[in-house]
């Protein structure tokens, strides 16, 4: 079975500010791994996906995040954060083979001036 | 491209009625999910469809609950009798085809309160 765990339930954070939202995940076969955004009222929206190739992901709104296979992590960052960066962020997988999308619980990221 | 579109954005409805959610997908989309979202459990994913067809409907919760596809633009879930353990944020996502990166569009979900 494949599980994506999120540890920090909520990040605040100053504006300008860097941060990292930490993701790891399990799963027995390759996978395929996301982050999505979602701001109050609303659906969520992809930020950035890894499939293959290079580590280092880059997203939309400045976000980056690295795959980590060897630790079996893929943490979100942004070296500066606005304060319209508030919002949760989740962490998803899908194995290879399956279209099932399995979240993380979310982390709530709160920006202050 | 209008997104995915669900309908009614909030419903409050006594325990025992009967409740309708509806959703209209991406022109084209042949995937489409109906996710749930609670405090306590997060996003779970209820069932989804491929080509109008039900293909994993394990996350149901129980019988109470149904879902249809009678064509590719429309789906509904049904909960029949509703219970206040249901009020939760119930979202809607479609994909666009079998590549299995291709990203979920979800819509901005229904909020059912079940008093």
């Known amino acids: 079975a494949q599980s994506v765990t999120q540890l920090d339930s909520q990040v605040p954070v100053f504006e300008e500010a860097p941060v990292e939202l930490r993701c790891n995940y399990s799963s027995s076969v390759s996978v395929y791994l996301f982050w999505y955004v979602q701001y109050p009222n609303q659906g969520l929206q992809l930020l950035l996906k890894?499939?293959?190739?290079?580590?280092l992901v880059k997203g939309i709104n400045g976000f980056e995040a690295e795959f980590n296979k060897s630790q079996t992590s893929f943490h979100l960052r942004k070296p500066s954060v606005h304060i319209s960066d508030t919002a949760e962020y989740f962490c998803a997988l899908r194995n290879t083979g399956f279209q099932k999308l399995v979240f993380g619980t979310g982390t709530r990221l709160l920006v202050s001036p | 491209d209008a997104g995915v579109i669900q309908s009614p954005r909030h419903e409050v409805t006594e325990m025992g009625q009967e409740v309708t959610l509806r959703c209209k997908p991406i022109?084209?989309?042949?995937?489409l999910f109906w996710y749930r979202q609670t405090m306590m459990r997060g996003l779970e994913l209820l069932i989804y469809?491929?080509?109008?067809?039900?293909?994993?409907d394990s996350g149901m919760p129980e019988d109470r609950f149904s879902a249809k596809m009678p064509n590719a633009s429309f789906s509904t879930l049904k909960i029949q009798p509703s219970e206040p353990r249901d009020s939760a944020v119930y979202f809607c996502a479609s994909s666009p085809g079998s590549s299995y990166n291709s990203p979920l569009h979800f819509g901005n979900g229904t909020r059912l309160t079940v008093t």
């Open positions: 469809f491929n080509n109008n067809v039900p293909i994993d």
């Open positions: 890894y499939l293959s190739g290079s580590t």
């Open positions: 022109s084209g989309h042949d995937y």
